[in-house]
T-cell receptor, first 109, second 115 residues
Framework: QQPVQSPQAVILREGEDAVINCSSS?????VHWYRQKHGEAPVFLMI?????EQKGHEKISASFNEKKQQSSLYLTASQLSYSGTYFC??????????FGQGTRLTINP | ETGVTQSPTHLIKTRGQQVTLRCSSQ?????VSWYQQALGQGPQFIFQ???????GRGNFPPRFSGLQFPNYSSELNVNALELDDSALYLC??????????????FGEGSRLTVL
């Protein structure tokens, strides 16, 4: 079952902050975050595992609420390079990463 | 670059034809997943191969099939093409250690247009 992301789109000025949310109706083993720029492949940002372990880029911050099956990605002091579409992917431990519909982030100078 | 290469990058087919897309995994990876991404949508999971066997499948009909070879490269085959099959097909390789999905390394994709 596909996770639900919100908001669908965000427009920021450089330096502003944003939060992207991802929720699932099923118990999760992990949540992944990827960013895809137009015409390019998705790029890994972070994995948040059940139990609190996180793996990812140091400059990316995210949380995973296991009780609510929700994850949030925090983008602080946004830069122009942060623009793109952000996807969360949910893993129920069945070797199947299911992606949400995406959140389009636009950063303006 | 992720080290995952896909071919061809673009192709045009007509309804009813068959297509084979190829993927070369990143060195050291033992798992490959295939995704279909329609314009403006998130990637949809087609299936995953681990040690040359299908290991997980999404909601795609049997005319979508695949192979993984001993060198961990992979093919996606689609028979009896339909107009709705027009999409970007992404291959992602990873190294599976436990029960969960590891970091996915995506290729640039193969854009299929069905006329």
């Amino acid at each position: 079952q596909q996770p639900v992301q919100s908001p669908q789109a965000v427009i920021l000025r450089e330096g502003e902050d944003a939060v992207i949310n991802c929720s699932s109706s099923k118990a999760l083993y992990s949540v992944h975050w990827y960013r895809q720029k137009h015409g390019e492949a998705p790029v890994f940002l972070m994995i948040l595992l059940k139990g609190g372990e996180q793996k990812g880029h140091e400059k990316i911050s995210a949380s995973f609420n296991e009780k609510k099956q929700q994850s949030s990605l925090y983008l602080t002091a946004s830069q122009l390079s942060y623009s793109g579409t952000y996807f969360c992917g949910t893993d129920r431990g069945a070797q199947k990463l299911v992606f949400g519909q995406g959140t389009r982030l636009t950063i303006n100078p | 670059e992720t080290g995952v290469t896909q071919s061809p990058t673009h192709l045009i087919k007509t309804r009813g034809q068959q297509v084979t897309l190829r993927c070369s995994s990143q060195s050291g990876h033992n798992t490959v997943s295939w995704y279909q991404q329609a314009l403006g949508q998130g990637p949809q999971f087609i299936f995953q191969y681990y040690r040359e066997e299908e290991n997980g499948r999404g909601n795609f009909p049997p005319r979508f099939s695949g192979l993984q070879f001993p060198n961990y490269s992979s093919e996606l085959n689609v028979n009896a093409l339909e107009l709705d099959d027009s999409a970007l097909y992404l291959c992602a390789s990873s190294f599976r250690t436990g029960s969960g999905t590891g970091e996915l390394f995506f290729g640039e994709g193969s854009r299929l247009t069905v006329l």
